[in-house]
């Protein structure tokens, strides 16, 4: 079955470091991949995708790499700062642009003044 | 960016009631939504796709006759969780598609919180 996996350990980190969290997936061949950030309490937000053709993309402090050889793809954030503290999520779609979301279980990262 | 609601924000009810939940997209047209479930320290699951004008489809495992859903309009669709019970208890959350940047991606609501007493 489709499986999506995420270092469920908390990340903790310095602020101004780079923080890099992993999403492994397994039995699928995902068109795109999402990242998303998750406060306690609230739901999902966007922040990126990523297509299988491109190896990577930038947003503002944020890189996502996508390898579909290894079935692997790494959320960056660079110069973290505290307000980066949140848990971050990889979703792939469970078929070809059907909105069916499969969600990693997310990991917590914790960045220390 | 788009904008999806949800209300209550959160509701405590006794076992045996029903308690529906609204989600509402408010600046786009969603023909398409979703309601997801997130228990304590699990990831979010899909539950069902709630389709306007059509009857919503279901994952499996999820009893639609337990969890109502009905997409009444292109911007609102409701769950009704029906004779809840405290193993309902959990983090409720809709989406809906839109496009950001050209891209069509998933907005999600702030979630509910249903506690079952």
């Known amino acids: 079955s489709q499986k999506i996996e995420q270092n469920s350990e908390a990340l903790n980190i310095q602020e101004g470091k780079t923080a890099t969290l992993t999403c492994n997936y397994t039995?699928?061949?995902?068109?795109?991949l999402q990242w998303y950030r998750q406060d306690p309490g609230r739901g999902p937000v966007f922040l990126l995708l990523?297509?299988?053709?491109?190896k990577e993309k930038r947003k503002e402090r944020l890189k996502v790499t996508f390898d579909t050889t290894l079935k692997q793809s790494l959320f960056h954030i660079t110069a973290s700062q505290p307000a980066d503290s949140a848990t971050y999520l990889c979703a792939l779609d469970r078929s070809s642009n059907t909105g069916k979301l499969i969600f990693g279980q997310g990991t917590t990262l914790q960045v220390k003044p | 960016g788009a904008v999806v609601s949800q209300h209550p924000s959160w509701v405590i009810c006794k076992s045996g009631t029903s308690v529906k939940i609204e989600c509402r997209s408010l600046d786009f047209q969603a023909t398409t939504m979703f309601w997801y479930r997130q228990f304590p320290k699990q990831s979010l699951m899909l539950m069902a796709t709630s389709n306007e004008g059509s009857k919503a489809t279901y994952e499996q495992g999820v009893e639609k006759d337990k969890f109502l859903i009905n997409h009444a309009s292109l911007t609102l669709s409701t769950l009704t969780v029906t004779s809840a019970h405290p193993e309902d208890s959990s983090f409720y959350i809709c989406s809906a598609s839109g496009v950001l940047g050209g891209e069509e991606t998933q907005y999600f609501g702030p979630g509910t919180r249903l506690l079952v007493l």
């Open positions: 990523i297509r299988e053709n491109e």
């Open positions: 039995n699928y061949s995902p068109a795109y």
